[in-house]
């Protein structure tokens, strides 16, 4: 049991930096409002269109370079450096907000923000995947992205009530205190493993409870040269193994498919979305409903996974989101040829996004993420997690950036369609091509991937 604590008072540490990835991932939808006000923004001047979707979007374009940092560094000086790193840059990112003089700073962050996003959610995939007991694996998985929405949330709460520089401080000091606490943390065991330090790894599984599992995680590993690790002989093992391959497969096409479901549209333009749709529903109370909404789902997932599995998730998830998108676009479409019903359903748009929400987080957000942290071998993980979190975060940010130009060319109807349509697509990819993992040892699940 006092594993389990151990496992558990590590996830909560590293789990901070999480935080901090979801409040950038939300910042942006009420600070675009304030950057729009002279009376509230700290330029001298009023963003305009362009530049609000630059704000919304350059998130991802230094997403999809953070992750391939600690793909290369986690090998080299491990796990734990890498999650120190990560924090610094998220760091680095929240000073700039609270110093903002300029709109080339509000870029700056948003791509600062990015990379240390990207560092610390591969990071965390890879570590926790790596330090939790196989019977709680999916639940500390699970919980890395409830802990990012808790993040999420506190932005749309927040950032509408105090100013722009109190943004930055509210999540100063507990960026300080993920960085203090990263130093109190062990290196991964699969990390030693690959070093071949078997008593560093021993005295790690013993401090977490998993000393019989010692070796396990030598035989995930073998074969294994510490000195390939570090070079580029490690990149063609995802290509080359079987396993690594399959796992690749299924992880990319699901975070892809993730990303064209239109997430990160819905989540950096919630407000807007609210605005443009002509709800009854005030936009800044839609978009705090819709956080709290993400934030129970998420907490109910971890509570499931273990007992329902990541598939049966994934497929009642998807076929969900399907629906509530498809109805979304309905609503646009009706507003688009003004039948007179508008007026009557101007909630539907909250119901529509709170049900996609829910659906989402419940599976569709939270299973790939799960699925990237358990399916790779030990020496491949961060390189196959990097491959397929950045090509999905590549995909995102074109969404994002095009989400504005969707709407005006196709009209909000076809756009949420389209989305509506990428939910349909990866309903049925799960049904055919993605395995059960739940109850299964990472090198249980290397041996039926490798069949």
């Avoid at 870029?107 to 990015?114: C, L, N, P, V, Y």
């Amino acid at each position: 049991m006092s594993g389990i604590r151990t496992q558990v008072l590590i996830l909560a540490c590293v789990n901070i930096g999480q935080f901090i990835d979801g409040y950038s991932v939300g910042w942006s939808a009420p600070i675009i409002p304030k950057l729009q006000d002279l009376s509230q923004s700290p330029l001298k001047e009023t963003i305009t269109d362009v530049q609000v979707s630059w704000i919304g979007s350059l998130l991802y374009l230094g997403s999809i370079v953070g992750p391939y940092i600690p793909s290369y560094l986690s090998n080299i000086v491990g796990r734990k450096p890498c999650l120190f790193f990560g924090g610094m840059l998220n760091l680095a990112a929240i000073i700039l907000i609270v110093t903002t003089k300029n709109i080339a700073t509000i870029f700056a962050i948003r791509i600062i923000s990015g990379l240390g996003m990207g560092m610390v959610t591969v990071s965390n995939l890879v570590y926790v995947g790596e330090i939790a007991s196989t019977n709680i694996r999916g639940i500390l998985l699970t919980s890395t992205s409830i802990v990012g929405i808790s993040g999420t949330l506190a932005a749309y709460c927040v950032g509408p009530f105090v100013s722009y520089k109190m943004t930055g401080y509210f999540v100063l000091l507990i960026n300080i205190v993920h960085v203090i606490g990263i130093y109190f943390i062990p290196e991964s065991p699969v990390y030693y493993a690959i070093k071949g330090k078997e008593i560093e790894a021993k005295n790690t599984l013993r401090s977490l409870g998993r000393v019989e599992d010692l070796e396990s995680i030598f035989e995930s590993v073998r074969g294994t040269n510490p000195d390939e690790a570090n070079s580029w002989k490690a990149w063609f093992k995802i290509f080359t193994v079987k396993a690594n391959r399959r796992s690749l497969r299924i992880t990319l096409t699901l975070c892809t498919l993730q990303q064209t479901s239109g997430v990160a549209a819905v989540l950096f333009f919630a407000t807007t979305i609210f605005q443009m749709a002509g709800s009854s529903i005030r936009p800044d109370i839609a978009t705090i409903v819709i956080g709290s909404t993400r934030l129970v789902a998420s907490m109910i997932a971890p509570f499931i996974v273990e007992r329902a599995g990541r598939r049966i998730l994934l497929l009642v998830s998807t076929a969900f989101c399907a629906c509530s998108l498809l109805i979304l676009g309905t609503y646009f479409h009706l507003a688009r040829v003004q039948n007179s019903i508008i007026s009557e359903i101007g909630w539907l748009p909250l119901l529509s996004l709170i049900m996609y929400f829910f659906s989402y987080e419940i599976g569709f957000g939270t299973m790939p993420s799960a699925l990237v942290g358990e399916m790779f071998r030990g020496n491949a993980r961060s390189t196959g997690s990097a491959v397929s979190m950045t090509t999905a975060w590549l995909i995102g940010f074109g969404v994002a950036t095009s989400f504005g130009s969707m709407v005006k060319i196709l009209g909000g109807d076809v756009t949420f369609w389209i989305f509506s349509c990428s939910c349909l697509v990866a309903f049925m990819f799960t049904l055919k091509c993605v395995p059960e993992t739940k109850g299964k040892s990472l090198n249980e699940i290397q041996e039926m991937l490798s069949r």
